[in-house]
């Protein structure tokens, strides 16, 4: 499609749509912790609690990133 291979449209895909849909979700909760005016602790807990997953998957990227060049 577009002169580009199915390789390459899966790392676009998953490198740069991933990534938006992850600043969305960090819109999102905090949209959730001033419609309900959780104040400053009540907003760290919501990014704490609902950003761990987040972190977490970004954190797995850069591990593997990092190991990919030692291990090869």
Known sequence: MFG?????IAWFGLTFGVTAFMLYMVFIILQLA?????GRFGT?????????GLLGFAAKGLIKF???GVIE
């Open 4 to 8: 580009f291979s199915e390789e390459q």
């Open 34 to 38: 001033r419609e309900s005016k959780a």
């Open 44 to 52: 760290f807990v919501l990014l704490l609690g609902l950003g761990v």
């Open 66 to 68: 990092f190991l990919a």
